[in-house]
Nanobody, 119 residues
Framework: QVQLVESGGGLVQAGGSLRLSCAAS????????MGWYRQAPGNERELVAY???????FYADSVKGRFTISRLSGDNMMYLQMNDLKPEDTAVYLC?????????????WGQGTQVTVSS
């Protein structure tokens, strides 16, 4: 089992930056991919970015050029640097981990951290 805990959310003005962190514990040696999703009220959960152990990285079109996901290979920490934030980025951001590289991570989930961007 893998436990995930997010931190770093908060309230920021449009154009500002936040850095989210996700700490993994438990059976982390089997983690092959880690990523971030977000969910705004009334919306479906959206994949924001993920990175897998083979080096591949994915970003949703809506965040390309503004968000950067990082994780050192085998490290238990993952980060999401979010720059030039927009009100539409407001959501609960959830960390996820998976044991395969062939699909986005979705096996283990954190509780989420709220990001609110004011206009």
């Amino acid at each position: 089992q893998v436990q995930l805990v997010e931190s770093g959310g908060g309230l920021v003005q449009a154009g500002g930056s936040l850095r989210l962190s996700c700490a993994a514990s438990g059976t982390i040696f089997g983690i092959a991919s880690m990523g971030w999703y977000r969910q705004a009220p009334g919306n479906e959960r959206e994949l924001v970015a993920y990175k897998h152990s083979g080096g591949g990285t994915f970003y949703a079109d809506s965040v390309k050029g503004r968000f950067t996901i990082s994780r050192l290979s085998g490290d238990n920490m993952m980060y999401l640097q979010m720059n030039d934030l927009k009100p539409e980025d407001t959501a609960v951001y959830l960390c996820s981990a998976g044991m395969v590289t062939t699909r986005p991570p979705n096996e283990f989930w954190g509780q989420g951290t709220q990001v609110t961007v004011s206009s």
